[in-house]
């Protein structure tokens, strides 16, 4: 089965810094694209950073660009996100998420999340 687990949330005051982690299992990890999603409350979902399988590409949300970094460890299946110089308006639940997963003798394929990370940046 496929799992995400996060860890690093946490509250912190404005500038300061945070990093998430999120361990993955499940699936070949070194084959899929990673990426890191928020969740404000009263707001959508949205794209904060996508790193590729070799961590050779990275993009991030216009917003974050600058002060986040996306990175991944593939030895250790586990993908990170360093957030630096923190606004408030970065206070939301972080989501872990693989797209387009195969795991198993399935061809289907699936977006998988992890549980998700509570980040307050409040003075």
């Known amino acids: 089965q496929v799992q995400l687990v996060e860890s690093g949330g946490g509250l912190v005051q404005p500038g300061g810094s945070l990093r998430l982690s999120c361990a993955a299992s499940?699936?070949?990890?070194?084959?899929?694209?990673m990426s890191w999603y928020r969740q404000a409350p009263g707001k959508e979902r949205e794209l904060v950073a996508t790193?590729?399988?070799?961590?050779?590409?990275?993009n991030y949300a216009d917003s974050v660009k600058g002060r986040f970094t996306i990175s991944r460890d593939n030895a250790k299946t586990t993908v990170y996100l360093q957030m630096n110089s923190l606004k408030p308006e970065d206070t939301a639940v972080y989501y872990c998420?693989?797209?387009?997963?195969?795991?198993?003798?399935?061809?289907?394929?699936?977006?998988?999340w992890g549980q998700g990370t509570q980040v307050t940046v409040s003075s």
């Open positions: 998420n693989a797209p387009g997963v195969r795991s198993g003798y399935s061809s289907v394929r699936r977006d998988y």
């Open positions: 790193i590729t399988s070799n961590g050779g590409s990275t």
């Open positions: 499940g699936f070949t990890f070194s084959r899929y694209g």
